[in-house]
């Protein structure tokens, strides 16, 4: 499995940044997709998820209705637009398969999966 993410970037508050992520080694479009984040000094979260087809997301309840999980199952790609962008969203951000479903309490090992990308809001 390898998951690349690209387009973070520092932008001010209101603003907005589109992630990216590219998937290969695995079958993308059986598998849902999620976007997790890690925040200084906090645990990392999930905070999108997106169904194997695309015809289902859900949201932590701190980015609904500011962000928006898709994906192009011939591209084997997963994006996460995100919108009226605020300094708590500053963050590293990565993906990955949704490894327990509708879990936005939980708390996974983020830095252990790769890079990400980093998000910074601020003015």
């Known amino acids: 499995v390898q998951l690349v993410e690209s387009g973070g970037g520092l932008a001010q508050p209101g603003g907005s940044l589109r992630l990216s992520c590219a998937a290969s080694?695995?079958?993308?479009?059986?598998?849902?997709m999620g976007w997790y984040r890690q925040a200084p000094g906090k645990e990392c979260k999930l905070v999108a998820t997106?169904?194997?087809?695309?015809?289902?997301?859900d949201y932590a309840d701190s980015v609904k209705g500011r962000f928006t999980i898709s994906r192009d199952n011939f591209k084997n790609t997963v994006a996460l637009q995100m919108n009226s962008l605020n300094p708590e969203d500053t963050a590293v951000y990565h993906c990955?398969?949704?490894?327990?479903?509708?879990?936005?309490?939980?708390?996974?090992?983020?830095?252990?999966w790769g890079q990400g990308t980093q998000v910074t809001v601020s003015s």
């Open positions: 997106i169904t194997s087809n695309g015809g289902s997301t």
């Open positions: 990955n398969l949704v490894l327990r479903k509708g879990d936005f309490r939980g708390t996974f090992n983020c830095p252990g």
């Open positions: 080694g695995f079958t993308f479009s059986s598998y849902a």
